[in-house]
């Protein structure tokens, strides 16, 4: 049974007791709730993610339940909890949905050990995978949907999974955030996209998550080797830009946008040194979207084969294009 097979009534009654164990990919999540709206979020976000059968089988459990006392005027607001303990809140009601994904990553960023994780997204097409990754507003994520939205399949966003000894990317494909202009920016390229509502004065602005394909989400147990890193900067008004760089540089940025590299010692070292043997990385610097994906595109573009095969680019410095 996948999520859209449930009414958002229904949904909700599951929510409220046993809870709902939602299969993201790597993940097993047991979720429980009696906040209105929640269901009917989670419906628009993971309409295509699977529900297990078995409440008792799972990875962690987070809860979103109602405050007990009045912190938000007429609204009690909202605590969240951890495999029972509870971490966050309370905060406004408005904001249950937008603080369950991000409960989400906080999990998956301080209670994995069985993967490397990095701040980064990642698309594939045709076996190849590509990692994008950067601080946050670099513009990894509008990237990773605009992709997502015209013919390659979302690994993951804003948290991707390596496991140690297997090149291979973890599928873990969850709604896209995304954030103020990138929302109409991706609802303009992808008129089937499917988002959750519109959240406005958060701390990061206003929000809204795009719902996964349903081909990302069924193809999440493939596997997907990356073959290119992209380091992507926005600046509002720029050319884009695109030039690679040496793979000692490539490896220590891959190091800075890691979430628990330090503390997997020599795991972590051969793993990040595994992707740096069998990746080229490139900045790329844009100003708009239309641009980025071309040069995308062509970074993306497979080796050439034969005696006539051109060398590599050194990295000496930046083609516009």
Request: with cysteine; proline share 6%; hydrophobic share 40%.
């Amino acid at each position: 049974m996948i999520l859209s097979d449930l009414s958002v009534a229904a949904l909700s009654a599951r929510l409220h007791d046993p809870g709902l164990v939602l299969n993201t990919g790597a993940f097993r999540v047991r979720l429980r709730s009696d906040v209105e709206g929640v269901a009917r979020e989670l419906a628009a976000a993971y309409a295509n993610h699977r529900i297990e059968s078995d409440p008792a089988i799972h990875h962690m459990r987070i809860e979103i339940r109602r405050g007990r006392w009045r912190g938000f005027g007429r609204d009690r607001g909202v605590v969240a909890s951890v495999n029972g303990q509870a971490i966050l809140g309370p905060f406004p009601t408005y904001l249950a949905y937008p603080m369950l994904e991000s409960i989400f990553n906080w999990c998956i960023a301080k209670s994995v050990l069985r993967f490397i994780v990095f701040h980064a997204g990642a698309v594939e097409r045709d076996g190849r995978a590509l990692i994008l990754t950067g601080p946050s507003g670099s513009g990894k994520s509008t990237l990773c949907a605009g992709l997502s939205q015209s013919g390659w399949r979302l690994i993951s966003d804003e948290l991707i999974l390596l496991r140690p000894g297997d090149p291979a990317l973890v599928g873990n494909p969850r709604p896209i955030s995304l954030k103020n202009e990138a929302i109409d920016r991706i609802r303009d390229l992808g008129p089937a996209a499917k988002f959750t509502e519109v959240y406005e004065g958060t701390i990061r602005g206003t929000i809204s998550f795009l719902c996964p394909t349903e081909e990302s989400v069924a193809r999440a147990g493939e596997p997907a080797v990356p073959s290119r890193v992209i380091f992507p900067s926005f600046r509002t008004g720029s050319a884009t830009e695109v030039k690679e760089i040496e793979k000692a540089q490539g490896f220590m940025r891959l190091i800075e946008n890691s979430v628990n590299y330090v503390t997997t010692l020599r795991t972590g070292f051969e793993a990040v040194a595994g992707v740096t043997d069998i990746c080229r990385f490139y900045e790329l610097t844009f100003g708009d979207l239309e641009t980025a994906f071309a040069a995308i595109e062509k970074i993306a573009e497979p080796e050439p084969t034969g005696a006539g095969a051109a060398p590599k680019p050194t990295g000496a410095g930046a083609a516009p294009l």
